[in-house]
């Protein structure tokens, strides 16, 4: 085998998992102040949709990737503008 072969054979190299460093796993719930917080400053900075998605995760106890991949949502959308 020469020095100038590849030694991998084709496979791609490793590199580090993203979330190396980070805090994994479920996270603690917020607590009635937090909400109360992040409502006011949605309604102060006019993010309607925003809040409209919060306030369905909060009432409904659904993480976030559960409120976007709700299919739904895009059905509704559709009712309203035809």
Do not use: Y
């Not at 991998?8 to 909400?35: A, D, Q, S, T, W």
């Not at 993010?47 to 059905?75: E, H, I, K, M, Y």
């Amino acid at each position: 085998m020469n020095d100038d072969e590849p030694t991998n054979l084709g496979k791609p190299p490793r590199r580090p998992p993203g979330n190396e460093g980070k805090l994994v796993g479920p996270k603690p719930p917020l607590r009635p102040g937090h909400v109360w917080s992040i409502r006011t400053k949605l309604q102060i900075e006019r993010r309607v949709r925003d809040l409209a998605l919060f306030n369905l995760a909060t009432d409904s106890n659904l993480r976030g990737c559960d409120v976007v991949a709700n299919p739904g949502r895009r059905r509704g959308a559709e009712r309203i503008h035809p």
